[in-house]
């Protein structure tokens, strides 16, 4: 079982930033692909930005040059870091940690609000 919960949201101006924080407890944290996800009301859950055990990553178009994800093993903890903050990038936030013999698991989801 492995236990993930994400912290670090809140409200933002336009052009602001957040850093978004999400651990991930129980088994080999740095076995993990872990993945960062956002929903907007009425919309679809979304990929934003992934990073491997290895730690390439990959960001949707939308989000490159302005977010970064990274992550600390020692930490069993991963990062969404969130630069020139727009209003449609207000969403609930999800990580995911993508186990390669357990499944995945999401944490409950942090709210990230953009006011313009």
């Known amino acids: 079982q492995v236990h993930v919960v994400e912290s670090g949201g809140g409200l933002v101006q336009a052009g602001g930033s957040l850093r978004l924080s999400c651990s991930a407890s129980g088994g080999i944290f740095s076995r993990y692909a872990m993945g960062w996800y956002r929903q907007a009301p009425g919309k679809r859950r979304e990929l934003v930005a992934r990073?491997?055990?290895?730690?390439?990553?990959n960001l949707v178009d939308s989000v490159k040059g302005r977010f970064t994800i990274s992550r600390d093993n020692a930490k069993n903890t991963v990062y969404l870091q969130m630069n020139s903050l727009k209003p449609e990038d207000t969403a609930v936030y999800y990580c995911?940690?993508?186990?390669?013999?357990?499944?995945?698991?999401w944490g409950q989801g942090t709210q990230v609000t953009v006011s313009s």
């Open positions: 995911k940690a993508e186990t390669p013999w357990m499944g995945d698991y």
């Open positions: 990073i491997t055990s290895g730690g390439n990553t």
